[in-house]
C-alpha cells in the first residue's frame, strides 16, 4: 500500500512539474509563434500612408472568366478600397460595347478586408497583452485566451469566405451604382464582394415586367449571386434579370492571408489540446 501511495505521489510529481513547464514555457512558446505569423497576416492588410511611406500602393487585377468573354476588364485596389475599375460589357443581344470606369475622385471600400485587418489586430492586441512576463496560473487561463484569440480569426477568416447576401434592391440602391461615369444604364446592376482570395465582379443585366405579364411576380430574397429569373420591384418598376455575368481575379496576398489564419487556428487548437490533457490535474490543483 505504502508503496502504491509513494508511486502515485511520485507521479503527481511529474505530472505538476510538466504542467508548471507547460504553463511557464510551453504557453509562451506558442504566443510568441502566434504573433509572429499574425504579425506577417497584418502586414499584408497594412495600409501604408499612416506615416511617411505615402499612399498605399496600386495593384492591377485583370478580371476573367471561364465561361464567358461578355465582361472584360481591370481592378485597381488599393489597400481595401477599390480605386480604379476600367469595365468593358458586350450585350448580348446586339453585341454593343458598354464601357465604364469609376469616376475618378470616387473610391470603394472594400469592407470585407477592413474587417479581417481589425480581428486580426484585435487577435494581436490580445496576444501581446500577455508577454512574457506574464504567469499563467491555470489551464482555464490558457484556454480562455485561446478561445479568445480563435474566436477573433475565425471572425477574420469568415469575413473573406463568406460574402454577404444581399437582396437586389439592396445591390440597386448601393452606392457603387453610382461610383460609374459615364452612370450605369438604368437595366444594369453592378456588386463587387471578396469570396476567399478572389476579388468578384458581377453585372446584372435587367428587363421591365409589363404590368399585364403573365408571369407570376415572387420577389427574390438575398443571395450573393443571383441567377436569371430573380424578380424584384424598384420604384415604381417590376424587373427580372435575364443575363448574369460574373468574372473574378485572384489576390495573392488575400491567400497568404487565408493559410496564415488556419495556421493559427491550428496552433490554438493543439495548445488547447495540451492543456486539456491536465484537466482533471489543473482544475482542482491551479498555482
Not at 193 to 213: E, R
Request: aromatic share 8%; with cysteine.
Amino acid at each position: 500500500m505504502a508503496t502504491a501511495m509513494a508511486a502515485t505521489a511520485a507521479e503527481r510529481a511529474v505530472l505538476e512539474e510538466e504542467f508548471r513547464w507547460l504553463l511557464h514555457d510551453e504557453v509562451h512558446a506558442v504566443l510568441r509563434q502566434l504573433q509572429d505569423i499574425l504579425k506577417e497576416a497584418s502586414l499584408r492588410f497594412t495600409l501604408p500612408g499612416s506615416g511617411t511611406e505615402g499612399p498605399a500602393k496600386q495593384e492591377n487585377y485583370i478580371l476573367g472568366s471561364c465561361g464567358t468573354d461578355q465582361v472584360k476588364g481591370v481592378l485597381t485596389l488599393q489597400g481595401d478600397a477599390l480605386s480604379q475599375a476600367d469595365v468593358n460589357l458586350k450585350m448580348p443581344r446586339n453585341n454593343q460595347l458598354l464601357h465604364f470606369a469609376f469616376r475618378e475622385d470616387k473610391q470603394w471600400k472594400l469592407q470585407q478586408i477592413q474587417d479581417a485587418r481589425n480581428h486580426v489586430s484585435q487577435a494581436l492586441y490580445l496576444l501581446t497583452n500577455r508577454d512574457e512576463s506574464y504567469q499563467f496560473r491555470t489551464g482555464a487561463e490558457v484556454l480562455k485566451l485561446m478561445d479568445a484569440v480563435m474566436l477573433q480569426l475565425t471572425r477574420a477568416r469568415n469575413r473573406l469566405t463568406t460574402p454577404a447576401t444581399l437582396t437586389l434592391p439592396e445591390i440597386a440602391a448601393s452606392g457603387l451604382t453610382r461610383m460609374f461615369a459615364p452612370a450605369l444604364p438604368s437595366d444594369l446592376l453592378v456588386n463587387v464582394y471578396i469570396n476567399l482570395n478572389k476579388l468578384c465582379l458581377t453585372v446584372y443585366q435587367l428587363h421591365a415586367l409589363q404590368p399585364n405579364s403573365t408571369k407570376n411576380f415572387r420577389p427574390t430574397g438575398g443571395a450573393v449571386l443571383h441567377s436569371p429569373g430573380a424578380m424584384f420591384e424598384w420604384g415604381a418598376q417590376r424587373l427580372e434579370v435575364s443575363h448574369v455575368h460574373k468574372v473574378e481575379c485572384v489576390i495573392p496576398w488575400l491567400n497568404d492571408a487565408l493559410v496564415f489564419f488556419t495556421v493559427s487556428l491550428q496552433l490554438c487548437q493543439q495548445l488547447k489540446d495540451k492543456i486539456s490533457v491536465f484537466s482533471s490535474y489543473w482544475s482542482y490543483r491551479p498555482f
